[in-house]
């Protein structure tokens, strides 16, 4: 979606969804940090309030059964509000603490329910479900959603609908009438503030324009397409944007992956309540509305513990990787394409801000010659160097990890390199056999030498005596194998670019193109 | 290259999944304008009210969830006053406890506003909260109770007396 197509999402949604949403992304713990992580649990949300076809109502379900749980254990007047809506972050954890805690007081209130290691079973005198804790950040976010929805209008009949789904709650109907009835009022509400703005010609467009060019009874998705849609349809205002045409592709080639997994799932099961018939409860995947959707590595670094620990510098090491990792798969699967997105993508939005703050034709004819892009070997050769780094960075965590060990046995038996040894040194792995003590010493001084040799927050020895300095190089650990094993995926899908034609080649072709687009676009002319 | 088989009727399910992406992607992008007035969440209110602090210029709808935050958490609820005991204030009756106001001798424009609490509370309140007929809410820190009565001393025209005087707020002790 381009800039001025979320502007109009936005305006036509003011105070209405949006707002509603921007107020739950925006509230923070009591520490600052965000109260709910945007992947997955934000991004569940959003998608089950913008969802449209089957299970729509699902998680409405699921929240009333976890209600229901929360009144049984506890008999405060708040009870509710203080389960979903504590200060603290909220994390599977923090859910588990809190029933814990309400269950001390004085046990189930009513039978029927049990608190087993993975959440809460309950058992109706017509059924049986199950909630996770791991699915209650995303119930919980789903609650206050509901609470604060059109300023606060709906909270006073959303209480109702549980008190008195209270009355009847050792009966699964019950249940599922509150459902029915929290569903209702969503769906007038999803009404009026989605489907003024939901705008289906775009998918008409870009399904078009694919199954033109695709054999009969498939769709052929590749970087050549990404280009040419966008010479074709950047006339119209939706597709002005090379970034709006490349966001586009990657969200259907998502969507094509979502509903051939969705196709496959409604062959296997339906969901629903009725085990004798077949059906299946949801689970914790419910709420992964994308399979093993893409989180950006850098995303976690930002989170508590890991955001204790300065990993890169942000002008330098993290900004020319951004991109890469926030498409993630997606840039492997149209890799020209993305080189073209991180080349000339800046190019473009550097016009747009210069016609935004009237910085005259000069600026945007000079900008609309291209000089300026970043060659592609170039944005290449950077992604490699910031991929050394990762490696620097990867020794000096397995030191932080291993520094206080007595032996360093976890996993390192399967010790070649420093990286290998450092990947299963953060899962932990249980030890088997275990290389030559010489060998582990020198990964030990190697990985120390790398350790030492950082002057940035939290690469100091002081600090590893902190637990929670340790857990934020464990988790850290994670998210810097995920973005070196990102890299190393692009820059071979890079290599494969064109095939025996120059990267540079390519670039000089590409810049012409994208200069005559530009100056078509923006009504310039780089010969003046 | 990516190839899909699109299998008949496919096609639509593809647009949805699509549009709700895009509508998802919508919803998560941060807005450019964020120097608009921030609207606090259920949580955050819910906090606030927890911690006795007092939200800034919140809507009505805001409002009201707040003071019913106050409501389901304070340990004695006075919501309306009874008839008049005096020319002033109402006197409130709640489960445990009686707020009544006196007017000083000494002192002709102030008043004492008195917490009693029933016999045998274990812990006395620390803050009175009166809320308006428009869910506005303000709270006053209340000294140690000494024989179970607590009491503010509170000038005529204070906010206190203003707000404790109206019979439609609602009074909450925590």
């Known amino acids: 979606m381009n800039a001025a197509a979320r502007s109009l999402f936005i305006a036509g949604a003011e105070a209405g969804m949006v707002e509603d949403f921007r107020v739950l992304s925006d509230a923070t713990a009591p520490d600052g940090s965000p109260r709910y992580q945007e992947r997955p649990v934000l991004t569940d949300l959003a998608r089950f309030l913008v969802r449209a076809g089957p299970n729509r109502d699902m998680a409405f379900y699921e929240l009333c059964h976890l209600v229901n749980a929360v009144d049984a254990s506890d008999r405060a007047r708040d009870r509710r509000n203080a389960f979903f809506l504590g200060p603290e972050r909220a994390s599977a954890a923090r859910f588990r603490q809190r029933l814990d805690m309400a269950l001390a007081k004085g046990g189930w209130r009513r039978t029927g329910f049990s608190r087993t290691e993975q959440g809460v079973a309950i058992r109706y005198a017509d059924g049986a479900f199950t909630v996770s804790f791991g699915r209650m950040p995303f119930l919980a976010a789903l609650y206050e959603f509901l609470a604060g929805m059109e300023d606060f209008s709906f909270y006073p009949e ?66 050549a397409a990404v280009l040419d849609f966008w010479s074709e349809k950047s006339a119209s ?36 309540v009725d085990r004798e018939n077949g059906e299946v409860e949801p689970d914790d995947s419910a709420a992964d509305f994308d399979g093993a959707e893409w989180v950006s590595p850098l995303k976690v670094l930002d989170e508590e513990p890991a955001a204790a620990i300065k990993f890169f510098t942000k002008e330098n090491e993290r900004k020319p990787i951004e991109i890469l990792m926030q498409y993630g798969p997606a840039a492997l699967r149209l890799p020209l394409a993305f080189l073209r997105l991180e080349a000339f993508g800046p190019v473009q939005s550097a016009i747009t801000t210069d016609l935004q703050v009237g910085r005259g034709a000069d600026s945007v004819r000079l900008r609309a010659s291209c000089d300026e892009a970043a060659p592609y070997g170039k944005i290449v050769a950077g992604f490699g160097e910031i991929l050394e780094i990762i490696r620097r960075l990867q020794k000096a965590a397995f030191y932080a990890l291993h520094r206080n060990a ?72 994670g998210a810097l ?12 899908a890079a290599g494969r670019i064109g095939r025996g034609e120059n990267l540079e080649g390519r670039f000089h072709e590409d810049r012409r193109v994208f200069s005559q687009k530009f100056c078509a676009l923006y009504e310039v002319s780089t010969h003046e | 290259m990516n190839s899909f088989e ?20 919508a919803l998560l992008w941060p807005a450019a304008d964020r120097s608009r007035r921030k609207r606090m969440s259920a949580g955050m209110l819910y906090a606030a009210a927890c911690a006795g602090h007092r939200p800034e210029s919140e809507s009505l709808g805001a409002r009201r969830f707040y003071r019913q935050a106050v409501a389901d958490t304070a340990r004695f609820a006075l919501p309306l006053a009874r008839a008049a ?24 424009d102030q008043y004492f506003v008195l917490v009693e609490l029933a016999k045998g509370a274990h812990t006395s309140p620390t803050s009175l909260i009166v809320c308006d007929a428009e869910d506005r809410c303000q709270r006053f820190a209340l000294p140690v109770a000494r024989d179970g009565i607590s009491q503010i001393v509170a000038e005529s025209d204070s906010e206190l007396m203003r707000l404790i005087s109206d019979p439609a707020s609602k009074v909450y002790l925590r």
């Open chain 2, 6 to 25: 699109i299998a008949p009727g496919q096609a639509a399910r593809l647009r949805e999944t699509f549009a709700e992406i895009q509508d998802a992607e």
């Open chain 2, 85 to 108: 005991s005096s020319s002033l204030a109402p006197a409130r009756h709640g489960d445990g406890c009686n707020i009544r106001i006196e007017r000083s001798r000494a002192e002709p």
């Open chain 1, 481 to 492: 194998v995920a973005a070196a094993a990102q890299i190393e995926r692009y820059l071979a």
């Open chain 1, 406 to 477: 007595q032996n360093i046995s976890p996993g390192v038996h399967a010790l070649r390199t420093p990286e290998s040894a450092f990947d299963l040194a953060r899962e932990n792995a249980a030890d088997k056999d275990l290389p030559a003590p010489q060998e582990i010493e020198r990964l030990m001084a190697e990985s120390a030498k790398a350790f030492r040799s950082i002057s940035r927050k939290g690469f100091d020895e002081a600090g590893l005596r902190d637990e929670s300095r340790i857990e934020g190089f464990r988790i850290g650990a």
């Open chain 1, 237 to 272: 205002g939706d597709f002005r944007s090379y970034r709006t045409v490349f966001e586009a592709f990657v969200h259907f080639l998502r969507a094509l992956a979502e509903s051939a997994r969705s196709e496959s799932m409604a062959r296997a099961a339906s969901i629903g």
């Open chain 1, 158 to 223: 959303l209480q109702i609908i549980f008190d008195e789904m209270a009355q009847g709650a050792g009966d699964i109907k019950a249940v599922q009438t509150a459902s029915n009835r929290i569903a209702s009022h969503f769906r007038q509400y999803r009404r009026s503030h989605l489907a003024p703005i939901r705008q289906d010609g775009k998918f008409d467009l870009l399904f078009g324009f694919l199954a033109a060019r695709s054999p009969a009874g498939r769709v052929q998705v590749d970087d």
